[in-house]
T-cell receptor, first 115, second 113 residues
Framework: ETGVTQSPTHLIKTRGQQVTLRCSSQ?????VSWYQQALGQGPQFIFQ???????GRGNFPPRFSGLQFPNYSSELNVNALELDDSALYLC??????????????FGPGTRLTVL | RKEVEQDPGPFNVPEGATVAFNCTYS??????FFWYRQDCRKEPKLLMS???SGNEDGRFTAQLNRASQYISLLIRDSKLSDSATYLC??????????????FGKGTKLSVKP
């Protein structure tokens, strides 16, 4: 187990609604990244937070927004949901270091279905 | 051209077989390389980092060819428990803790008795 937790595990919403997904990072990790994984695809980077600041963003529209709290947990908010937002949303935590083996550890994900 | 491309699969092999996965990446400035494994409806888990010198972990061997922008993973003596999707991952930054991990679509492996 990575120690990264996400809630909820599953969620069903309708088009136009808003959703908030939550992530608790592994103890000692100060960086949280969010990814979207559509069916049959690899995960795609949404954004990353480092010490409560956004530290990089992928090719996602502004209706995808995030937040990181002082305890390094994080939220992903998606406004005006579209059918194509149906996916597995993965949170990954990490601690930037000097080693090439440093990497990101994923939580179990939240499966979002938009009807 | 996609940033990370993998063999589409699926690979269906008998137990004990040797199987090789290939991956190419488009950004020559990429710094870090990994293989992740993802079981059905689960999160990706780090299998191993990949180095230019090649590295081995038990039955798994990973190779990186920077000149050809090519990454490989070899699994020897396949087990039923190796059945999963294998994701090739590249990071433009040193290490994998920061930055945008770029994933391939994954190659599905099914190991049969």
């Amino acid at each position: 187990e990575t120690g990264v937790t996400q809630s909820p595990t599953h969620l069903i919403k309708t088009r136009g609604q808003q959703v908030t997904l939550r992530c608790s990072s592994q103890s000692g990790h100060n960086t949280v990244s969010w990814y979207q994984q559509a069916l049959g695809q690899g995960p795609q980077f949404i954004f990353q937070y480092y010490r409560e600041e956004e530290n990089g963003r992928g090719n996602f529209p502004p209706r995808f927004s995030g937040l990181q709290f002082p305890n390094y947990s994080s939220e992903l908010n998606v406004n005006a949901l579209e059918l194509d937002d149906s996916a597995l949303y993965l949170c990954a935590s990490s601690f930037p270091g000097a080693f090439s083996t440093d990497t990101q550890y994923f939580g179990p994900g939240t499966r979002l279905t938009v009807l | 051209r996609k940033e990370v491309e993998q063999d589409p699969g699926p690979f269906n092999v008998p137990e004990g077989a040797t199987v090789a996965f290939n991956c190419t990446y488009s950004n020559s400035a990429s710094q870090s390389f990994f293989w992740y494994r993802q079981d059905c409806r689960k999160e990706p888990k780090l299998l191993m980092s990949v180095y230019s010198s090649g590295n081995e972990d038990g039955r798994f061997t990973a190779q990186l060819n920077r000149a050809s922008q090519y990454i490989s993973l070899l699994i020897r003596d396949s087990k039923l428990s190796d059945s999963a999707t294998y994701l090739c991952v590249v990071n433009p930054r040193y290490g994998g803790s920061q930055g945008n991990l770029i994933f391939g679509k994954g190659t599905k492996l099914s190991v049969k008795p």
